[in-house]
């Protein structure tokens, strides 16, 4: 650098941990696998219930995992999870609506439970006819969403998962993956949306409040480095100061000349 010229300040970099820590995107990351993994846990479980009495049936072929279960339910189930659960505070977030109702785990557990007696209801509660028991499954998605969620978004997309995924359902069916018995709604059961939609509902929840801890983590952690930094600075001024004052000044300089005189300074 040539003499006289000063180096720009511009913006300090941080480190590569506290960059990683502090990125949005590795926070989508932790929330996304946090999901993928609850989705695959409770595909395994629900989709043991409903093999177990039957409801619905795969090809032996097919048949490679201990629950005793399509090898790709679980992957399946899992990365619309993720989706799920990631879309859900995204979508409050763009509409201006925080979710604040019920913010708390404990509330987030018992509609999971909620959810699995929903599942476990279709699987095992025998009604006279298929349509009896998808109005008592439909008041009880309903109920889910209005004990739990109460938020238009939230009934929306519910709405939107239930369709979309019944559709997906039916196209699976008819190229002859699976199959249900006794099927009433086209190749599958008509209770299946109010599954599909209680299942978006509880996996919303689950997004929206790991991305509420996530958040409040995140800002815990860059308020604890900003006061880190801050004493770290002013402890380093400090230092400086005290070695500035132990500096001992240097007195005027007295030059002899070559008459020997003494020139003193004026």
Same mark, same amino acid.
């Given at each position: 650098?040539?003499?006289?010229?000063?180096?720009?300040?511009?913006?300090?970099?941080?480190?590569?941990?506290?960059?990683?820590?502090?990125?949005?995107?590795?926070?989508?990351?932790?929330?996304?696998?946090?999901?993928?993994?609850?989705?695959?846990?409770?595909?395994?479980?629900?989709? $043991? $219930?409903?093999?177990?009495?039957?409801?619905?049936?795969?090809?032996?072929?097919?048949?490679?995992?201990?629950?005793?279960?399509?090898?790709?339910? %679980?992957?399946?189930? @899992?990365?619309?999870?993720?989706?799920? =659960?990631?879309?859900?505070?995204?979508?409050?977030? +763009?509409?201006?609506?925080? !979710?604040?109702?019920?913010?708390?785990?404990?509330?987030?557990?018992?509609?999971?439970?909620?959810?699995? =007696?929903?599942? +476990?209801?279709?699987?095992?509660?025998?009604?006279?006819?298929?349509?009896? $028991?998808?109005?008592?499954?439909?008041?009880?998605?309903?109920?889910?969403?209005?004990?739990?969620?109460?938020?238009?978004?939230?009934?929306?997309?519910?709405? @939107?998962?239930?369709?979309?995924?019944?559709?997906?359902?039916?196209?699976?069916?008819?190229?002859?993956?699976?199959?249900?018995?006794?099927?009433?709604? $086209?190749?599958v059961r008509s209770w299946l949306p109010c599954i599909f939609f209680a299942g978006g509902i509880t996996m919303g929840n689950?997004?929206?409040?790991?991305?509420?801890?996530?958040?409040?983590?995140?800002?815990?952690?860059?308020?604890?480095? !900003?006061? !880190?930094?801050?004493?770290?600075? @002013?402890?380093?001024?400090?230092?400086? =100061?005290?070695?500035?004052?132990?500096?001992?000044?240097? =007195?005027?300089?007295?030059? %002899?000349?070559?008459?020997? +005189?003494?020139?003193?300074?004026?």
């Amino acid at each position: 650098m040539a003499e006289g010229e000063t180096e720009s300040p511009g913006p300090k970099k941080r480190g590569p941990y506290i960059s990683s820590v502090t990125s949005r995107s590795v926070n989508l990351m932790i929330r996304g696998v946090v999901l993928f993994f609850i989705g695959v846990f409770l595909a395994l479980v629900l989709n $043991l $219930l409903q093999i177990q009495r039957n409801v619905t049936l795969f090809p032996p072929d097919v048949i490679a995992s201990i629950f005793s279960s399509a090898w790709w339910v %679980p992957p399946c189930c @899992g990365t619309a999870s993720a989706v799920i =659960g990631l879309l859900y505070p995204c979508i409050d977030r +763009h509409l201006g609506e925080p !979710h604040k109702f019920k913010r708390e785990w404990s509330s987030v557990m018992r509609c999971v439970a909620v959810f699995v =007696g929903i599942n +476990h209801a279709s699987a095992k509660v025998d009604f006279d006819n298929n349509i009896q $028991l998808s109005l008592t499954l439909a008041a009880l998605s309903i109920g889910l969403w209005w004990t739990f969620d109460r938020s238009r978004s939230g009934f929306g997309l519910g709405v @939107g998962i239930a369709f979309l995924a019944t559709v997906v359902t039916q196209l699976l069916v008819y190229n002859g993956v699976y199959q249900y018995t006794s099927p009433d709604f $086209l190749y599958v059961r008509s209770w299946l949306p109010c599954i599909f939609f209680a299942g978006g509902i509880t996996m919303g929840n689950i997004g929206r409040q790991l991305a509420m801890i996530l958040k409040m983590q995140l800002t815990k952690f860059r308020i604890c480095l !900003h006061s !880190h930094k801050e004493s770290l600075e @002013g402890q380093v001024l400090l230092q400086i =100061g005290v070695r500035c004052r132990r500096i001992p000044q240097e =007195g005027p300089v007295i030059q %002899p000349e070559r008459s020997g +005189h003494v020139s003193l300074p004026t």
